[in-house]
Each structure stands twice: as structure tokens, then as C-alpha cells.
């Protein structure tokens, strides 16, 4: 059972980590346009666009 | 897809038959454009259908939008409402053109929105120049004022994302833990272990729990200030009292920790609160669309020159140039010109008000033929529009208060919910003699268990639903309470021009003027009649103009037409292409009875007794070569009116109409439409004060109005609704926005909120059944952290498949709801 010692702070931080991976996101506005961001993904030229 | 060749290839208007590929020059333009840039890729991937149709572009209007650009160090912003964007090829085809261009440092499209965020280097005055390309291929841009975002809704759409993704994450991570400990007690799994669990729980549980439900203990807090304690105020208590006693177990190795059960009720009331407002926000956002289509700049006159400025930099002393078919913007005093204004908005009157030097104009109103210039006379804030508006700031305290279902419900089951668990608390350790912890665990799992979650959601699941509903069926629900509300509705006020009447001129009698005698013409002839007329009017912008070539679907290429000022539009036209016996040119004019030289002198009393039904009217002229021709115009009944005031009246709906206009236009109006409690000639303080004494009566009531001085009757209305070609004010104001022209919508309105209070009242039902059994099993000790928290998610559940249902009702004409 000692390996819990190891794998409950693994568990934790992988999910802490998501978590602010998503209020990041939230921050750079990613979440502002859904509509938006779901036709952007067709476009298929946008190599020379600006970021 | 392939464009079909009778369509236009840019716009998609269906072509006449002497047309080929586009259907005039500036949709020509405007593909030439696209193909040099060589991105034609944009019509293969559009979306084809009707929207595509506001893609003409006007090549009259010359944009200045540098008074918008607001710098930022070397860069310039600017924020712009790109009206005729519907699909993802759009977003592509600007942002492509737009950042293609050297100047722009970025361009990018919220399609969510449908707004433009631009920055560019170098003068402010190049936007101009940056933007004239995508007026040139149909989109029209409308300055985007900053003030309209919201900024507090923002943040608050923000926090509420965080606080349900960090208490989804707990939720979830605290599963681990408490799967362990609802299978093993502390025999099975050694006291040590047991415990290092529920300290895990803790430090899972209390920061989670103390981040995720502010939202909870803020309105549960706003709510005892305010005496009217709601659902938040048992959530609340619930929550703090099951992580004390948690916190306490879990130093005392006890046997139970309620942290999951806590966090998942977090977890469930999130989601609901966030779907609840994803679906004001679609609502809110089509509306906030509408309020941007009104323009919000005017032009004034400043040393010669011609400047645009937002309408809210106008000060007294300015002079504005209103050009026809302008809303006037500011209250002020005609410097020059002379015309006719319509203060329908106003005072409700049809009639258009003759303006000339000297004549005071007010703020709202539409300038109907000739240019006029107004210089300002009043501050902003002292206009007849800031009055209104003072209005109805006074009139928040007055509206008619009814108690929301909800309200009710929780001003009852707080305290009984708190008294049970206190009760259960006395029951075990002054009557029973248990020990302390033993009876606080009972009166915890009491509080836990009859904590309303699925109570909490049974009405915000449903709002929900049927404000995504609404959308397909034209209805835009600013205020959720609205849905509950219209239940309660006995009697309805419409204001008449505008809401029960189209608000604009309808050709709709013609007569040829034959030596002093007036002969309607037939059917057949009309036709023939309205070609020609269209043919002159299709470029004019003038209403009565407008009125004529909507009503023809024919026209006659290339006439050379002479618009002059305000009198009328002439040409000349070969005689026999409208089979006229002469062979050359003929003299055609239309406009006002002195332009046509028509000066038959009985014709008008003639004509007033012929239409003693359809007063107030006005009236155009036509002069075909020696043909005098008088066209009839009026504002009509919107054609579903009598059907809709019929079957309101067969539900048992009181109706009233409230109008500012004129005794017979109001009586002809409420005769044809059965309706026999009509008001007229109400100025703004009128309506408000009849508005004010049904409030008295305490008689909930709706409000329907369209006009600047229906304002703040709607404000104090049980319900108000509004229409999206309404004026601003009135849409700000309404809880409700029909987006159309119709009325029809009002009985989907009534007929959808029924069916949402039936599935509220059903989903009210479950969970409180739910807690009547549950209760006993808790106060006898029996309800362990596993049961709670299935009990609690299967009662969400059940309440969450119900509302579902009513979908139902949306579906009906296969307009899918989309939730």
C-alpha cells in the first residue's frame, strides 16, 4: 500500500495541472468565441496568417 | 456547391430575366474583387442560403469611422459589428483580406459575437481606407461601442466557468478517496490508512469547497440583507455545516466524512447556473445585436467640414446634419431645410409633423423627406429622451412585484428544513441521550440530504431549455423570469403604431383622377401603374418611395430618373415600351400634388370620403404624359394582428390599447380588431400613470409596445415585450423581444410558458417527494455518504431528464432546439 504515498500526490498534481491548463485557456480568452473556433479549425491555408 | 446560374453570384438574389450574373454593379464589384485577391475559395465553402442576400453591397455609403479608433501605444484599435457574417467562410474571407493588408498588425473575427477586433499601425485615419474593401464586398460595419459589453457580466460568466471547472475537478478527485472509504470502514482498512484518507478528502474538499461556492454564499448572504432568503440560503448552510462537521470527523477518525457529498451538490448547481446563463447570453447577445444596427454617430457640421461623432460626444451648440430617412439624434431647433419628421416613437402619432426654420425636433424621431440641419439646444442629459429615461430609473421601485414561484417555495422550505434537522439534533441527544457527535452527524445528514439540488435546478433546468427554445420560435427571453410571469398574465396593453400596425407606409388603394372624378383602379391595371412607378422609385430612399417598390416585383431598366429635393422623381420614358398610344418619349413624375401639376380641387374631399375607413392617410401622386394618378398610403394592421387578439381573447385575456395617436386613427384600428377598451392620445406621463393604477388594482399585466414613449410602461409592466425593430430604449427595457415583425410570437410566448410552469411544478414535485422520503432515513441515522450521494444524483437526474421533455413543444415544426 506505501506505493499510494507515491501515486496520490501523482494523481493530484496531473489534475492540478489540468486545471490550470483550462484557467489559462480561460484567460487568453478561449473561451469567448465556440462558435468561432469550431469553423477556424477548417480553414486550410492559414500557414501564412498572422498569429 | 455550385452557383445556380439564375442567382446572383455574389449576393444570391434571384436574377431577372434580362440580368446575367449578378444582379447590379456593386455585387459585380465586389466578386471582381474577391477574384483578383484570388480567394473565390470563399463561395465554394460559404453556407448557401437567404442570409447571403444582405451581401449587396451600398455603394452610396462612405464609411469615416476614424472618430472610433482608440489608440494603444504605436498600435490603433478599433472594435466593429460586421453585419451579414453567418458562417465560418465569412470570418475566413476578412480576416484574409484584413491581414494580407501591411498596415494591420491583427484582425480577428468573434463569430460568437460577430465582432471585428482590429489593430493597425499609422494614422487613425487609414482605417478608412483599410476598411472601404469590406464595405465593398457587402459586409457593413457599425461602430462597436465599448459600453455595450458588458464588462460585470464578463467577469461574472468567467468566475462561474473557473469556480464549476475547479469543483468539477474536485468532485472528481475526491471519488478516489471516498470510493475507498464508503466500501471499507476504519476495521478493514487500518485506522491509520482511514484516516490519512479523510485528510486527503480535506485537502481536496476545503479549498475546492471554499473556491467554487462563493457564488452560493454571496447571493445567500445578499439574500438575508434583503429579508427575502432564496435557494442559496439552505445550499449555503448546508455546505458550511458539512464541511465543519467533516473537518471535525476527520480529527476524531470518526466514521464519516460528507466532503464529496458537499462537493458534488456544488458540482450539479454549477452546471445548472452555468447553462442558465449561456442561454440569457444567446438571447442577450442576438439583442444586443439589434441595438448596434441603429446607428450610433451622428454627422455635424464643424468649420465647414463634415465629421462623424459618436452620438454620445454631442453637445449643445452643435449643428447636425440629419439627411432623410436619419433618426434625429440629439433635441435641437431646425437651423435649415424643411421637411417632415415622424415622432411615431414619440407620441405614437402616424401623422408626420411638418418641420421648418425654427421648429424644435426631438431626439428619436426620423426625418422623412428633405435634409435638415438641427443645431443642439439642450445637454444630453436635459433632452426629452434623458427625461424618459429618468422615468423610468423612478419607476424600478413602483413595478408590480410578484413572487416567483421559487421565492415562495424556499421562504417556506428554509426554515422547515432547518427546524427538522434541528429538531433531529434534539431528538437524539437531549431525548435519545446519544452522544454529541452522534446526534450533529444525524441533523448534518438531515441538512445534506434535504439540501435542494435537484430543487435548486428543477427551475433553472427548465429556463433554460425554453429560452433555446424561444430562439427558433422568434422569441428573445432577456429575464428568465419572464417565462414564470406570463402565467400570471389576465389582462394585455398594446400600444398601437408599430406593434399593432407595421409602423411603416403600405400603398394601398390607386386611383386614376379623370376630370375631377376619382375611379379606383383594377386589379389588372394596378399593375401596370406600379411598374412604371417602382421603375422611378427603386433607388430612393424616400419611405413613400420605398412603400412603391416593394409592391412591384417588374421594373424598367435604365431610366434616367431626376431625383428633386423633397417635391418628387421624374423620367422619361419611351411610350411604347409601356404601351402608351404615343410613339415619343413620355413625362413621367411622382412626389407631391404641385410637382405632378395636379389641380383637380375636389379630389381630396372626394377622396377623404372614399376612404372614411382607413383614416389617417396619406397620399402621392403620378402623371403618366396627361394621366393623373393618386396613390393611397397607410399605416396597416400587421395581417396576424385579428388573429392573434382573437385567440388571446378566446384564452380569457383581457386586452387594452394604449395609444398616444389620434381618437379616429385608434378607433379604426380597435374597431377592426375587436378591441373595445382603447385609450388615445396618452402622452408618455399618461401611459405611465393608467400603467400605474393596474399596479394598484394589483392586476398583473403585459406591456407590448415599440415606441420611446412606451418605455417606461414597459419598465413597469408584470412582462413587457418589444419589438427588434423597436427603438433602443424600449428594447433595453423589455423582457422579452419578438424577432420579427409578427405577432404570433406572443402566443408561442404563452403557449411555451405554460408548458415550461407545468414541467417546473412537476420537477418541484420529484424532488420534493424525493426529500419526504429521504428525511426519515436521515434522521434515524440511516443516510451514510454512498446513499446520499446517489439519492442526490438520481433525484438531479430525474429532474434533469423531465425538463428535457419539453423539448416537445419546440420540436414541433422541426425547428430543432438547440441545448
Redesign the interface.
Known amino acids: 500500500?506505501s506505493v499510494l504515498i507515491f501515486l496520490?500526490p501523482l494523481?493530484?498534481i496531473l489534475?492540478?495541472i489540468?486545471?490550470l491548463a483550462?484557467?489559462w485557456c480561460?484567460k487568453n480568452k478561449q473561451?469567448?468565441?465556440?462558435?468561432?473556433s469550431s469553423?477556424?479549425i477548417?480553414?486550410d491555408d492559414d500557414k501564412d496568417?498572422?498569429? | 456547391m455550385t452557383i445556380k446560374n439564375n442567382k446572383c453570384k455574389h449576393c444570391e438574389i434571384i436574377l431577372q430575366s434580362n440580368q446575367t450574373d449578378f444582379c447590379c454593379l456593386g455585387c459585380q464589384n465586389a466578386y471582381q474583387i474577391i477574384n483578383q485577391l484570388g480567394l473565390n475559395n470563399y463561395y465554394n465553402s460559404r453556407i448557401n442560403n437567404e442570409s447571403n442576400h444582405n451581401l449587396k453591397p451600398d455603394l452610396k455609403n462612405n464609411l469615416l469611422l476614424d472618430d472610433f479608433v482608440e489608440k494603444n501605444g504605436v498600435n490603433h484599435n478599433i472594435s466593429l459589428l460586421v453585419q451579414g457574417l453567418n458562417?465560418?467562410a465569412c470570418?475566413?474571407l476578412i480576416?484574409?483580406i484584413l491581414?494580407d493588408d501591411p498596415r494591420v498588425?491583427?484582425a480577428r473575427?468573434?463569430?460568437?459575437?460577430k465582432i471585428l477586433n482590429l489593430s493597425f499601425l499609422g494614422k487613425k485615419t487609414e482605417i478608412n481606407d483599410i476598411l472601404a474593401i469590406i464595405e465593398k464586398i457587402g459586409y457593413k460595419l457599425l461602430p462597436y461601442d465599448q459600453e455595450i459589453i458588458n464588462s460585470e457580466e464578463k467577469k461574472y460568466n468567467?468566475s462561474l466557468?473557473?469556480a464549476l471547472?475547479?469543483s468539477g475537478?474536485g468532485s472528481?478527485?475526491i471519488m478516489?478517496f471516498s470510493f475507498a472509504l464508503w466500501f471499507c470502514d476504519a476495521n478493514e482498512m487500518g485506522i491509520a490508512?482511514h484516516q490519512f484518507f479523510q485528510f486527503?478528502s480535506a485537502l481536496?474538499g476545503l479549498p475546492v469547497l471554499i473556491y467554487s461556492s462563493r457564488i452560493f454564499f454571496k447571493s445567500a448572504y445578499n439574500s438575508l440583507i434583503n429579508h427575502r432568503p432564496n435557494m442559496d440560503l439552505p445550499i449555503s448552510l448546508a455546505i458550511v455545516l458539512a464541511s465543519i462537521v467533516s473537518v471535525y470527523q476527520a480529527f476524531k477518525g470518526g466514521n464519516h466524512v460528507y466532503f464529496d457529498s458537499a462537493l458534488m451538490l456544488v458540482f450539479f448547481l454549477l452546471i445548472g447556473k452555468y447553462l442558465d446563463m449561456k442561454a440569457r447570453k444567446k438571447a442577450f447577445n442576438i439583442a444586443t445585436q439589434f441595438t448596434l444596427l441603429n446607428r450610433n454617430y451622428a454627422r455635424i457640421i464643424d468649420q465647414e467640414n463634415i465629421k462623424i461623432i459618436p452620438i454620445k460626444n454631442i453637445a449643445k451648440g452643435m449643428i447636425v446634419m440629419v439627411s432623410t430617412g436619419d433618426k434625429i439624434v440629439c433635441d435641437g431647433i431646425v437651423i435649415e431645410g424643411e421637411s417632415e419628421i415622424d415622432m411615431s416613437l414619440i407620441n405614437g402619432e402616424t401623422r408626420l409633423t411638418k418641420v421648418s426654420i425654427g421648429s424644435e425636433v426631438y431626439a428619436g424621431t426620423i426625418n422623412m423627406f428633405q435634409p435638415i440641419k438641427v443645431k443642439v439646444n439642450k445637454q444630453a442629459n436635459q433632452s426629452m429622451l434623458a427625461q424618459i429615461i429618468e422615468l423610468i430609473n423612478n419607476a424600478d421601485h413602483k413595478k408590480s412585484s410578484s413572487i416567483l414561484l421559487a421565492e415562495k417555495l424556499s421562504s417556506y422550505y428554509t426554515p422547515l428544513v432547518h427546524l427538522i434537522a434541528f429538531l433531529t439534533f434534539i431528538l437524539w441527544y437531549f431525548i435519545f441521550k446519544k452522544s454529541f457527535d452522534y446526534s450533529l452527524m444525524n441533523a448534518t445528514a438531515v441538512l445534506i440530504i434535504t439540501c435542494p439540488c435537484a430543487l435548486a435546478l428543477a427551475i433553472p433546468i427548465v429556463n433554460t431549455i425554453t429560452i433555446s427554445g424561444f430562439i427558433n420560435k422568434k422569441l428573445l427571453i432577456k429575464n428568465g423570469e419572464a417565462i414564470e410571469k406570463v402565467n400570471q398574465i389576465k389582462t394585455i396593453i398594446f400600444d398601437k403604431t408599430g406593434t399593432l400596425t407595421n409602423g411603416a407606409v403600405n400603398l394601398i388603394k390607386i386611383y386614376l383622377l379623370d376630370a375631377d372624378k376619382l375611379i379606383e383602379v383594377k386589379e389588372s391595371k394596378k399593375k401596370y401603374y406600379l411598374k412604371i412607378a417602382a421603375s422611378l422609385t427603386q433607388n430612393s430612399n424616400h419611405p413613400i418611395a420605398k412603400a412603391i417598390s416593394t409592391q412591384s416585383k417588374e421594373f424598367y431598366q435604365n431610366l434616367h430618373v431626376i431625383e428633386e429635393k423633397s417635391l418628387g422623381l421624374s423620367a422619361k420614358i419611351a411610350g411604347n415600351l409601356i404601351d402608351h398610344q404615343a410613339n415619343q418619349n413620355i413625362e413621367i413624375k411622382i412626389g407631391r400634388a404641385d410637382f405632378c401639376k395636379i389641380n383637380n380641387a375636389n379630389y381630396y374631399q372626394q377622396l377623404l370620403l372614399e376612404l372614411h375607413n382607413y383614416q389617417p392617410v396619406l397620399t402621392s401622386f403620378m402623371k403618366i404624359g396627361e394621366e393623373q394618378i393618386v396613390m393611397v398610403f397607410q399605416d396597416q394592421i400587421k395581417n396576424d394582428a385579428g388573429d392573434v387578439i382573437a385567440k388571446l381573447k378566446q384564452q380569457g385575456k383581457e386586452i387594452i390599447l394604449l395609444s398616444g395617436d389620434q381618437k379616429n386613427a385608434v378607433e379604426i384600428v380597435a374597431n377592426k380588431l375587436q378591441i373595445n377598451q382603447f385609450y388615445y392620445q396618452k402622452t408618455v406621463l399618461e401611459k405611465a400613470q393608467f400603467i400605474e393604477s393596474f399596479i394598484k388594482q394589483k392586476k398583473p399585466f403585459m406591456m407590448i409596445g415599440d415606441g420611446i414613449n412606451d418605455a417606461p410602461s414597459l419598465s413597469l409592466a408584470t412582462v413587457s415585450i418589444s419589438f427588434n425593430n423597436a427603438s433602443d430604449l424600449s428594447k433595453n427595457i423589455a423582457d422579452v423581444i419578438i424577432n420579427s415583425n409578427q405577432l404570433q410570437p406572443i402566443l408561442d410566448l404563452f403557449l411555451g410558458s405554460k408548458k415550461a410552469i407545468k414541467i417546473i411544478k412537476q420537477n418541484l414535485a420529484i424532488a420534493l417527494i424525493y426529500n419526504l422520503i429521504a428525511i426519515p432515513f436521515a434522521i434515524i441515522g440511516m443516510i451514510v455518504p454512498m446513499i446520499a450521494a446517489i439519492a442526490m444524483s438520481s433525484s438531479s437526474l430525474m429532474v434533469i431528464i423531465n425538463s428535457i421533455r419539453i423539448n416537445k413543444f419546440f420540436n414541433l415544426d422541426k425547428n430543432k432546439c438547440q441545448f
Request: with cysteine; net charge positive; hydrophobic share 50%.
Open positions: 500500500m496520490i494523481a493530484l489534475s492540478i489540468g486545471l483550462f484557467s480561460l473561451y469567448d468565441d465556440l462558435e468561432g469553423k477556424r477548417l480553414f496568417q498572422k498569429k | 458562417c465560418g470570418v475566413w480576416e484574409k491581414n498588425i491583427n473575427i468573434n463569430l460568437t459575437k468567467d466557468l473557473k471547472a475547479v475537478f472528481g478527485n478516489l490508512m486527503i481536496i
